[in-house]
């Protein structure tokens, strides 16, 4: 039996990561508007917790230690195969209550119905899990009624509920914690993981950078000095749409190129301009004419 040998496709170039998509508060608490509140309760657990929906899903309540404000997940639950265990913060308790608080109201209103219709209650009553809808465990938070509302919400394009994940991590960079500290709490497998966060709030490593301009030399006679405010023409946070360099535009300045965008020209540049294209057409005249000076 003859088997057919396909070329093996080696890429050139690495695969493009797509960027993590996140919401605002703004934009999260509109989503949330728009929700069922046992969505909203499941949205507001995957941003406190970091946790996948699909070990989110899975978390029991035997695993959930409000008084010692802990919890845990299973290994077989984990992408990681690792058993997981994560602090609970008072935000994470109050959403957990209110879950328990919803199970048992949605229990009583089963209950309520099979006595006014003169029938058994359910015996397969979902009692193990934390997140469940009238007694079934929750198969999928990523639905219809969650893209609906992130639509209403004003999110960005692309995201789904994997980016309440990015969204945790996100605030938790904006609000001071380390890269390691974020793998730690999002149990990530490697710090390669949360590398894709390391330009979120950069101001973090302002310790480290201030120790390489440690022994920076101080400027002898400035030529000129910056106001506190710095409300002046070399403000550092204006509109600077001139920047040359690579493809993600981050080497040098080129203020040709910033002004290149502006209605006026410069007059030495229009002066350079106009004396190059005539030089240009005289070039071209000479050739024309066979006139070539060696």
């Known amino acids: 039996m003859e088997v057919e040998h396909y070329p093996v496709v080696v890429p050139l170039f690495r695969p493009v990561v797509p960027e993590s998509i996140w919401l605002t508060p703004e934009v999260f ?15 507001r657990a995957a941003v406190l917790l970091l946790l996948r929906m699909r070990t989110l899903l899975s978390l029991k309540w035997c695993f959930v230690f409000p008084k010692q404000k802990w ?14 265990g994560f602090a609970l913060t008072d935000p994470a308790i109050e959403v957990l209550r209110e879950l328990r608080a919803f199970q048992r109201q949605q229990w009583e209103d089963h209950v309520r119905r099979c006595a006014r219709l003169k029938i058994a209650t359910r015996q397969d009553w979902d009692t193990e899990h934390v997140f469940t ?26 995201a789904n509920w994997h980016s309440l994940r990015h969204t945790g991590a996100t605030w938790g ?31 973090l490593l302002a310790p480290a950078s201030n120790l390489i301009a440690r022994d920076m030399p101080r400027l002898t006679n400035p030529s000129r000095t910056l106001s506190e405010d710095w409300d002046d023409p070399l403000d550092f946070g204006s509109d600077i749409r001139g920047i040359s360099g690579g493809a993600e535009g981050d080497r040098t300045l080129d203020l040709r190129i910033a002004n290149a965008n502006t209605t006026e020209t410069p007059p030495d540049m229009a002066s350079e301009n106009k004396r190059l294209q005539e030089t240009l057409e005289r070039l071209a005249g000479d050739a024309l004419r066979g006139i070539i000076w060696k």
């Open 29 to 43: 608490g509109r989503t949330c508007d728009h929700l069922p509140w046992h969505l909203v309760l499941a949205a």
């Open 173 to 203: 960079r904006f609000g001071g914690l380390q890269l390691a500290d974020l793998q730690a709490v999002g149990g990530w497998r490697s710090i390669a993981s949360v590398q894709r966060y390391a330009h979120i709030a950069p101001q």
């Open 71 to 84: 919890a845990q997940v299973e290994r077989v639950h984990q992408k990681t195969k690792n058993l997981f």
């Open 133 to 158: 809808w009238k007694g079934r465990k929750i198969d999928d938070c990523n639905t219809a009624a969650f893209q609906r509302a992130l639509r209403l919400a004003g999110a960005p394009e692309g």
